[in-house]
């Protein structure tokens, strides 16, 4: 089992920015990928950013430029910073941890992004 913590959200105005952490802790030794998604209201929840054991990153359409997610492996940790913050972006924003056939989730950071 992976234990996963989020912090780091808050409310900000537009054009702001914000740096999301993640820690992981418990069977962190074969996790492939890590994960942010996010949830905003009377929405599905969707993949933000992704990272791979090896470095590999992928990122949503939306968010291209905008975010950068990184690792420290010292600390299992992983960060999503994100710049030019825009009201669209407020959603509640998850961390996963993906290991063969299994996926673990962090409890949720809320991130609110004022006009």
């Known amino acids: 089992q992976v234990q996963l913590v989020e912090s780091g959200g808050g409310l900000v105005q537009a054009g702001g920015s914000l740096r999301l952490s993640c820690a992981a802790s418990?069977?962190?030794?074969?996790?492939?990928?890590m994960g942010w998604y996010r949830q905003a209201p009377v929405s599905q929840r969707e993949l933000v950013a992704a990272i791979t054991r090896t470095g590999s990153t992928n990122y949503a359409d939306s968010v291209k430029g905008r975010f950068t997610i990184s690792r420290d492996s010292t600390k299992n940790t992983v960060y999503l910073q994100m710049n030019s913050l825009k009201p669209e972006d407020t959603a509640v924003y998850y961390c996963?941890?993906?290991?063969?056939?299994?996926?673990?989730w962090g409890q949720g950071t809320q991130v609110t992004v004022s006009s």
């Open positions: 418990g069977s962190i030794f074969n996790i492939n990928t």
């Open positions: 996963k941890a993906t290991r063969v056939g299994v996926s673990n």
